[in-house]
């Protein structure tokens, strides 16, 4: 199973961007997935999450409002619609696979994980 994020680069605050996760080596729409972020010198946070048929889509407090997480099954793509955007969003962002829904969405069993598209917001 592979995951790679694309769309990442600079916007300025107020911008948007929209990153995006192509997935291969898996039935893509068998699973939820979600996107994850990393700061420098902090850990790895939640930002959102989607269910393998897209019927329903969770997210942090943060970005509730500001981002949306869609998804394609016919060509195993996930999106996430990042919108006024924060200097507070600049990070690396993951997509990644769930395997497994047991809980909230931020403590799924995720179980592979792309290698992060970076995404820095500043004027």
């Known amino acids: 199973a592979q995951l790679v994020e694309s769309g990442g680069g600079l916007a300025q605050p107020g911008g948007s961007l929209r990153l995006s996760c192509a997935a291969s080596g898996f039935t893509f729409a068998h699973h939820a997935m979600g996107w994850f972020r990393q700061a420098p010198g902090k850990e790895r946070e939640f930002v959102a999450a989607?269910?393998?048929?897209?019927?329903?889509?969770y997210y942090d407090d943060s970005v509730k409002g500001r981002f949306t997480v869609s998804r394609d099954n016919a060509k195993n793509e996930m999106f996430l619609q990042m919108d006024n955007l924060k200097p507070e969003d600049t990070a690396r962002y993951y997509c990644?696979?769930?395997?497994?829904?047991?809980?909230?969405?931020?403590?799924?069993?995720?179980?592979?994980w792309g290698q992060g598209t970076q995404v820095t917001v500043s004027s």
């Open positions: 989607i269910t393998y048929t897209g019927s329903s889509t």
């Open positions: 990644t696979k769930s395997q497994g829904e047991m809980g909230p969405p931020p403590t799924w069993d995720y179980d592979v």
